[in-house]
């Protein structure tokens, strides 16, 4: 099955290559490559918040049609092609067939195509900010008619049309959803098809679980949006009105295709990351997982629900009041699972022998974080406060308290904990530490004061409170400029990792094979794990969790290990 | 440091009042599992263990008490969605007695208000439109206004930051909120959602004043709207 030298070209192997390794490593460093496009616009808009009116450093000065687009695809980019390529597609290549003790994924050319689809929606995607009028500019949530009526000209012809800022946006996010289905069919017939010989499905690790789950939910929820894409598209070049009331469309229509997708997709972003935090509680506590089954059921009701709370974002959109307390009651219902699931990486930790290390660290960090964000969900979840917090920066911080540990810290644990294995080097610590460090503290600079802003009525995607004497008014000055040096502080000690990640591939010390001790089946491959990974197709005689057991005196016990 | 804006309508207390409630819970839930998180970083860390202790924590015995942890959590929620109740209903339902009533519109960029003529109706002939940047909206104090909101072109938002009330104006509807003031003065009418470029600079005001001085302006408008009708 495996075990066959290839000899390669180097352009089958870097390249065009079907290798579930390289592809993954492909989409991380796309999704990372655009992280850098996000957090630039992140920096330009936010520079134009704290000091309006100057000229920005790199950049020049900026215009509120300018600001319009930055915010609108900052949102964008970070959502589709950063969350996305790096926790699901990336970590899923890197992860599933490695995990489930398998060579490569069941369709590797699909996988393959599936990745050169993804960079063509990103390609488009930037292409978009060159067209007439630059890239689209009203907000990520696509809200028609804004987004729907030529935004720059009332009659535009078709071929002109399909050429400007919310068109190509429109494509290139159906060209991303494409790409993405292709993965997720991989992964799902990869995990369920192709896993090494006691690989039951209760022997599968946590991360596995949890990025098949999250595929099931993408799968289960993009129908209804890339229908509404392409009915607004139709609504741009061919004149369609499915969202024009005057031809009796209706753009509420377009709000819940979004947001049947649109929240789901949050969940679809943050399992994998819980998927990390799985598997790195475990090795550094030294203790099973506490409660691993429960939590794999816990994460399937999760999962149904999520597709039942979408209308919470439009509380007050104008939809009737008693829908509200269903979508209410449903919010809150979905936080009772999650809570589960974060009560029980918690209590992994108790009565177990911790280590603290890189990976440890972040995940903690990750978990410390998302209780903010989970928590202020409490108060927008309460659809009467939403009435008065919907659509300000009370919002935006939480947000970015539940996505930026989700996408971030969950890849960055993922990053520090898998880089020995997938590059065969090890990382440097100090700088690790200063990476972690840095952008721990300067996170919370940045957001948390804009949850006082959010409280003091400052409504989002201002382009110049100057308009507005009751709201541009200190604190609410400062703390805009606290959070914009914060955000400066936050995107350059990214260059900590750049460097780190470089140099380590590069130059650093040759890791061992297991490193941290661990017992899933990556840990068994070679580091890095050669083409096909295995050098003989393991076979599994227990649970990934097995640290500590009475049966043996290490404290770990691998899952291929013959009893 | 208040943390909200001066409140001036009569149920934007009750907001208020339910975010310092739901702070209470989000914010002792949040300190007690900070605990959980860091306690067992100390006592567990492994120059102070010799060997973890093996708890898978599939026994019931041993879930129990994340059980009862997410029992409390499910209980504290529902408590704060039966507090908010009340405060969602008399917001987005309309009361009984309606004193005095606008239609106000979302068109890029500003607010157009629509006073009713001297029939006191809506909707007819004689109603007087203002449809201007910076234009104000009287409405009297302490008393039922009511606010029938359009969108001309795309989705807006109107947003009166003192009162706490937000409500999207979505084309092709009108959906009716109201707002009974319970202070004089000039308050800002923002746009909270994004429609296009002049979004920053979508911003009007309300003027609330004591009914007389209200109807000595209502007799101005109307004046001013019949010599200008005249010519």
């Known amino acids: 099955m495996s075990n066959t030298v290839h000899s390669q070209s180097f352009l089958r192997k870097y390249i065009f290559s079907t290798d579930h390794k390289t592809i993954g490593a492909q989409y991380t460093i796309t999704g990372l490559v655009m992280a850098a496009l996000g957090g630039f616009l992140a920096y330009v808009f936010r520079y134009n918040l704290a000091f309006p009116g100057d000229a920005i450093p790199l950049f020049g000065e900026l215009t509120a049609s300018q600001y319009n687009t930055f915010i609108t695809c900052h949102g964008m980019i970070m959502v589709f092609w950063v969350g996305m390529p790096i926790l699901v597609a990336g970590l899923g290549n ?182 990390v935090l799985g598997e790195i509680f475990p090795v550094f506590a030294r203790k099973p997982l506490f409660a691993y089954k429960i ?17 919470h974002h439009q509380f007050i959109a104008g939809i009737d009041p008693r829908m509200a307390t269903f979508f209410s009651v449903a919010t809150i219902l979905i936080s009772i699972p999650f809570s589960g699931i974060f009560l029980a990486f918690m209590a992994t930790l108790w009565g177990g022998k911790i280590r603290i290390e890189l990976p440890m ?112 008014i200190e604190p609410y000055i400062t703390f805009e400029k606290i959070a914009t040096i914060s955000a400066i502080c936050l995107i350059s000690i990214q260059i900590v990792f750049i460097f780190n990640f470089i140099m380590s591939w590069m130059s650093g010390k040759k890791a061992a094979r297991n490193p941290w001790q661990a017992n899933t089946l990556e840990w068994l491959a070679g580091s890095p794990p050669p083409h096909g990974n295995f050098d003989n197709i393991p076979t599994v005689y227990r649970g990934p969790y097995e640290y500590s057991a009475p049966e043996t005196d290490a404290d770990y016990l691998p899952q291929n290990v013959q009893p | 440091m208040n943390i909200f804006p001066e409140n001036v309508s009569t149920y934007g207390q009750g907001i208020d009042q339910l975010f310092w409630l739901i702070l209470v819970f989000a914010g002792t839930a949040f300190f007690i599992s900070l605990f959980i998180l860091l306690y067992p970083l100390y006592k567990n860390h492994h120059s102070r263990v010799k060997r973890a202790s ?9 879930f129990f008490l994340v059980a009862v942890a997410m029992c409390i959590l499910a209980l504290s929620d529902f408590i704060i969605l039966f507090a908010e109740h009340d405060t969602w209903e008399t917001i987005e339902s309309l009361p009984k007695v309606k004193d005095v009533e606008y239609i106000v519109i979302g068109r890029q960029w500003n607010w157009a208000f629509t006073y009713p003529g001297p029939d006191g109706k809506l909707g007819t002939s004689d109603d007087v439109v203002i449809d201007a940047p910076d234009s104000e909206l009287h409405v009297p104090l302490n008393k039922n206004a009511f606010f029938h909101l359009k969108a001309k072109d795309v989705v807006h938002s109107f947003f009166v930051i003192n009162t706490r009330l937000k409500q999207d104006c979505v084309p092709g509807r009108t959906i009716t909120r109201w707002i009974n003031f319970t202070k004089q003065g000039k308050y800002d009418i923002s746009c909270a959602e994004i429609c296009g470029v002049g979004h920053t600079r979508m911003r009007n005001f309300i003027v609330v004043e004591s009914q007389e001085k209200y109807n000595h302006y209502i007799d101005s408008l109307y004046k001013q709207h019949s010599a200008v009708a005249g010519n």
Request: net charge neutral; aromatic share 22%; glycine share 10%.
């Open chain 2, 54 to 62: 093996y708890i898978t924590g599939e026994k019931k015995s041993q």
């Open chain 1, 361 to 472: 660290i972040w995940a903690l960090g990750f978990i410390g974080l998302f209780l903010v964000g989970g928590f202020t969900g409490l108060f927008l979840g309460s659809n009467a406060f939403d009435i008065y917090a919907h659509d300000t920066y009370f919002i935006v911080a939480h947000f970015h308290y539940t996505l930026f540990p989700s996408i971030f810290f969950g890849f960055f644990a993922a990053f520090y904990y898998w880089f020995p294995k997938f590059t065969g080097k090890e990382l440097n610590k100090t700088l690790g530490y200063i990476h972690f460090w840095g952008t721990f503290i300067f996170f919370n600079f940045v957001f948390f004061p804009l949850f006082f802003n959010g409280l003091g009525g400052q409504h989002r995607r201002i382009f110049n409170y100057g308009m507005f004497d009751s709201i541009n």
């Open chain 1, 94 to 275: 890197f992860l599933i067939p490695i995990m489930i003790g398998t060579d490569d994924m069941a369709f590797p050319k699909l996988n393959m195509m599936s990745y050169w689809i993804f960079l063509f929606s990103a390609i488009v995607l930037v292409i978009s900010f060159f067209v007439p009028g630059g890239a689209f500019g009203g907000g990520w949530t696509l809200y028609p008619p804004l987004s729907a009526n030529g935004y720059l000209n009332p009659n535009p012809s078709f071929f002109k049309a399909l050429f400007y800022g919310n068109s190509l946006m429109i494509i290139s996010v159906a060209l991303e959803f494409t790409s993405l289905l292709m993965g997720g069919i991989n992964f799902i017939v990869t995990t369920i098809n192709r896993r090494a010989p006691g690989m039951t499905p209760w022997r599968i690790p946590l991360a596995v679980w949890m990025i098949n789950i999250a595929t099931v939910i993408f799968m289960f929820s993009v129908g209804p949006l890339i229908a509404g894409a392409f009915m607004l598209l139709f609504d741009i070049v061919l004149g369609s009105g499915f969202f024009d009331p005057s031809r009796g469309g209706d753009p509420i229509l377009f709000q819940h295709l979004f947001w049947f997708f649109g929240h789901p997709e949050v969940y679809v972003l943050l399992l994998p990351a819980l998927g």
């Open chain 1, 295 to 311: 939590i794999v059921y816990l994460t399937i009701v999760a999962a149904i629900l999520s597709v039942v709370v979408w209308a």
